[in-house]
């Protein structure tokens, strides 16, 4: 247990931190690691700069663009014509 | 008679057919909202040839496929043609879908293998605007990027500019084609590592390390622009 406490958290660990998953005996160690603390401030900040991103629309008109060249099937295994 | 999701799933024998006799579900034993129906419901219902299915499946997912291949490739026209054909592609070939597996990934997957090919391809990814990715230089970053002074924008690259130009998408452009691929699934679409592997067709290993160096480079180019 004591060398679990030790050692500095993964990678994984650190992203389970940020986004509020981390269990509480390496979040211990955490709150006494000054390396591992900044180490996972810094994912924490770039997290926050990635959920900034949107999604982005295509041109109207998109889906009849799509469907115009869609073969509807039947249930003979053929398709509508 | 209430019409249910799961029973469209699974039309009962002699339900009302079409005019045509083709067999097909009429349209007044369609439910008239699909938009709480599972993904596997509404497949199901494409497969036996319900043209609303196949609407809704693309009124689903034109967001986020378009915006995956758009990060992808940096280019609208591009990412709209490439997101159209991925879009064919999937509901011409929808009685081949394996419903073991989510239609998210499936789609995700074609998606993401029609905006590498066409990556690779063109090797689109040197358009920076910062020059590319692999030059070892300044001066070789700075004949490859982009000089928008160059040139008066065009309206869709003032658009492009406008929606890519963020600190963030820059640096994602930065990045190489594999790890932002994985980036994007992860931190865009909030898809888990196992699943990115799936989508990708690479060992969990490998997207877990994309995925780390990805998010290092990323807060490299972050830091080196406010320097």
Known sequence: MTARLELHLTPDEIEQWALGLLGAARALHLAQCPECLAAAERERKLYRELAQLGRFAPEPGFADRVMAQVRIPTPSGGFKP | ?227
């Not at chain 2, 929808?94 to 239609?103: C, D, E, L, T, V």
């Open chain 2, 1 to 227: 008679m209430l019409r249910t999701y799961a029973r469209f799933a699974s039309p009962p024998v002699g339900a009302a057919t079409s005019e045509r006799g083709d067999g097909v579900i009429g349209a007044k034993d369609r439910p008239s909202d699909l938009s709480g129906a599972s993904d596997q419901d509404i497949v199901a219902w494409a497969k036996e040839g319900h043209e609303a299915a196949f609407r809704e499946l693309v009124r689903r997912y034109e967001r986020p496929v378009f915006s995956l291949i758009y990060r992808m490739v940096r280019n609208r026209a591009l990412a709209e043609d490439l997101a159209q054909e991925t879009f064919i592609k999937v509901l011409n070939g929808i009685r081949s879908y394996n419903p073991q597996f989510k239609f998210s990934s499936w789609i995700f997957k074609i998606a993401n293998n029609a905006a590498i090919d066409h990556l690779r391809r063109r090797d689109l990814d040197t358009l920076s605007l910062d020059g590319s990715p692999y030059a070892a230089t300044p001066e070789e970053a700075h004949a490859t990027a982009l000089q928008l002074g160059d040139r008066a924008e065009t309206p869709l690259e003032e658009v492009e500019a406008r929606e890519l130009g963020g600190a963030i998408d820059r640096a994602i452009a930065k990045l190489r084609p594999e790890y932002r691929a994985c980036i994007l699934l992860r931190h865009v679409e909030g898809y888990a590592y196992e699943e990115i592997a799936q989508i990708l067709d690479l060992p969990l290993g490998t997207v877990k390390t994309y995925i780390h160096r990805g998010r290092n480079e990323l807060r490299r180019h972050l830091e080196d622009r406010r320097e």
